[in-house]
C-alpha cells in the first residue's frame, strides 16, 4: 500500500491553522496513524485509527477521514509544533509511511 | 519507566552483517508486537520489520526480505534484527517500536519509541 501525503513542506506562522492530507493507494478502513518527528528525537505517536488522540497530545491536533483519504490538522500552530509530521498506514504489513510534511516557520 | 534501549549499530562494509539490538523495560515486553524502523539521512521514515508476541509471525519490507531477519527473546526482554548483505542503501538510524496494544490483532501504531542506533554501510 502507497502513502501519498501533501505538500511536502509548508510554512506556516504561529496560529495559523494548518492542514495535512494523506491518500492511501487502497482502502485502509480508518488503519491511518500521524506521527511527529522533529531532529535527533523519537517519532512520537499523535494520532492512531484516523481521529483517536494519543493520551497527553494536545487537543489542537486532529484526524479525520476514512477509506483512502485523510487529513492531519493542528488548529493553532504553537512554536513546539515545527517539525516533520508522517501519516503510516496500518491495515496491513507492510505498514507503510508517507513521505512526510516538514512544518517550519514561516 | 518505559523505555526501549537500541545499540549494536556501526560502520561496517557492503555486503557485510550487523545485529542490532533493543533493550526493553518498564513494560510486559512479552505482551506486544514490536517494530523496527528506519530513516536513512534525509529521507522519511521507513517501517522495516515487526514480529508478533511470540515470535511466531514477522513480516518485512520487500527491500530487505530475504537480508535481514528480525527475532526476539523475551525472558531476555530484548529485539534483535540480524542484518545480512548489507548495502549502501541501509544506512539509516534504526529505531525499535512498541505496538500501541498489547496483544492486538490488529495494528494501532507504535507508541514507544527507542532512540535509534546508526549503520552506516559504507567501504
Redesign the interface.
Known amino acids: 500500500i502507497q502513502m501519498t501525503q501533501s505538500p511536502s513542506s509548508l510554512s506556516a506562522s504561529v496560529g495559523d491553522r494548518v492542514t495535512i492530507t494523506c491518500r492511501a493507494s487502497q482502502n485502509i478502513r480508518r ?1 491511518l ?1 500521524w ?1 511527529q ?1 522533529k531532529p535527533g ?5 499523535l494520532i ?2 484516523g481521529s483517536t488522540l ?1 493520551t497527553g497530545v494536545p487537543s489542537r491536533f486532529s484526524g479525520g477521514g476514512s477509506g483512502t483519504d485523510f487529513t492531519l490538522t493542528i488548529s493553532g500552530l504553537q512554536p513546539e509544533d515545527f517539525a ?1 509530521y ?1 501519516c ?1 498506514q ?2 496491513s ?8 510534511t516538514k512544518v517550519d516557520i514561516k | 519507566e518505559v523505555q526501549l534501549v537500541e545499540s549494536g549499530g556501526g560502520l561496517v562494509q557492503p555486503g557485510g552483517s550487523l545485529r542490532l539490538s533493543c533493550a526493553a523495560s518498564g513494560f510486559t515486553f512479552s505482551r506486544y508486537w514490536m517494530n523496527w524502523v528506519r530513516q536513512a539521512p534525509g529521507k522519511g521514515l521507513e517501517w522495516v520489520a515487526n514480529i508478533k508476541e511470540d515470535g511466531s509471525e514477522t513480516y518485512y519490507v520487500d527491500s530487505v526480505e530475504g537480508r535481514f531477519s528480525i527475532s526476539r527473546d523475551n525472558a531476555k526482554k530484548s529485539l534483535f534484527l540480524q542484518m545480512n548483505s548489507l548495502r549502501a542503501e541501509d544506512t539509516a538510524v534504526y529505531y525499535c517500536a512498541r505496538e500501541k496494544i498489547p496483544a492486538a490483532v490488529d495494528y494501532y501504531g507504535m507508541d514507544v519509541w527507542g532512540q535509534g542506533t546508526t549503520v552506516t554501510v559504507s567501504s
Open positions: 488503519k496513524n506521527y518527528h528525537k523519537a517519532p512520537k505517536l492512531s485509527d494519543q516533520t508522517y503510516q496500518t491495515d504489513a507492510p505498514l507503510t509511511f508517507g513521505g512526510g
